[in-house]
């Protein structure tokens, strides 16, 4: 039986060191593994959990346990950041999870910049912080991931998201700012997360992709803000993954000007490409939510083995892992990389 730590495990790969085996994670966030088989079996559910501290604590213990991931993930969704800074939000069902009922401005030109130190104690933060506190204090080898929406995302989920993108080009004095604002905010947030026990921060930027904003505006906007939060969170000595959506490669280039601790991305990327070309990243990822979802448990394991021949640092599934996906499936991915 390995002697290192979950959490050792997880921060000796982020740091570049030997290691016995790949960590295998589910960050949460964008990639939250509370599926509802482990909700309806364990009855801590959601979206309950969302708004209180011990029963998100309950369920993420739920998941670590029953998946056999190496990590709590927390939150269980993207809309926290959005709510604090003023959009609707439709907090789900079981089965579905929450999203943006309706952005709370128009127009990058209307955004209302707000006291960022006011707004840190609204929302659901206090009950993400506290789940964080408590985690941390009962399971001290286990890694606590806190996830934030990355700023394109964040500023999308406050602006009407095709009024945003456009204004990306037509309006760049304010984009700028209500990303510069948005990324304060999230700094700040980060900062309170690990000051409470979060071991390590995941940012998961959906909008921000090669595919949607193109290599100019992923450089200008997605890069620029991404860097911004990168360094305001390493100088609080906490390492940093990042996760890219969708087909990179109109911004392959980009990646190593990323300066994360780990690269995630989705199932169509080449990892092993990316390794090849950029032998500084570390890479994470990327197994199929399809396969998670539709598959077998042989050919999740089949895909996990490529990973892992492949030499990719951590396994993990790729973004949007659904609430009716196989616990069998998660547990044969898991199972696959703790057989190394």
Not at 199 to 222: R, V
Not at 238 to 260: D, S
Not at 270 to 289: A, Q, R
């Amino acid at each position: 039986m390995s002697i290192i730590s979950p959490k050792e495990r997880l921060l000796r790969v982020l740091n570049k060191e030997s290691i016995d085996r790949p960590p295998v994670i589910c960050p949460g966030g964008m990639m939250n593994a509370a599926v509802v088989e482990i909700m309806n079996t364990t009855g801590h559910t959601l979206p309950e959990a969302h708004h209180n501290d011990r029963l998100m604590s309950e369920l993420s213990k739920d998941v670590q346990e029953h998946t056999g991931f190496e990590n709590f993930g927390i939150p269980f969704c993207m809309t926290v950041e959005a709510e604090v800074l003023g959009s609707s939000i439709d907090f789900g069902t079981l089965a579905c999870e929450p999203k943006i009922k309706k952005e709370v401005f128009p127009s990058v030109s209307e955004v209302r910049v707000e006291n960022i130190s006011k707004l840190l104690h609204s929302g659901r933060i206090d009950t993400i912080v506290q789940t964080g506190y408590h985690l941390s204090e009962k399971f001290p080898d286990v890694p606590v991931i806190g996830n934030l929406t990355g700023p394109i995302s964040t500023a999308a989920s406050i602006v009407d998201p095709m009024t945003f993108l456009k204004e990306l080009r037509k309006d760049q004095s304010n984009a700028h700012k209500l990303l510069e604002y948005v990324s304060d905010f999230l700094v700040e947030y980060a900062k309170l997360l690990i000051d409470n026990g979060a071991t390590l921060i995941s940012i998961g930027d959906p909008t921000a992709t090669g595919e949607i904003l193109g290599p100019k505006m992923f450089e200008e906007y997605a890069v620029k803000y991404l860097n911004k939060i990168l360094d305001g969170i390493h100088a609080l000595k906490a390492p940093v993954i990042v996760h890219i959506c969708g087909n990179m490669n109109t911004v392959w280039n980009l990646m190593p000007g990323i300066r994360t601790d780990a690269l995630s991305t989705d199932a169509l990327v080449n990892l092993k490409l990316l390794k090849e070309s950029f032998p500084s990243l570390i890479t994470m990822g990327n197994l199929s939510t399809y396969l998670l979802e539709f598959g077998t448990p042989e050919k999740v394991a089949l895909q996990t083995e490529k990973l892992l021949a492949d030499g990719i640092d951590i396994i993990s599934p790729a973004c949007g892992l659904s609430t009716s996906s196989s616990l069998k499936n998660i547990q044969a991915l898991t199972g696959t990389v703790k057989e190394q």
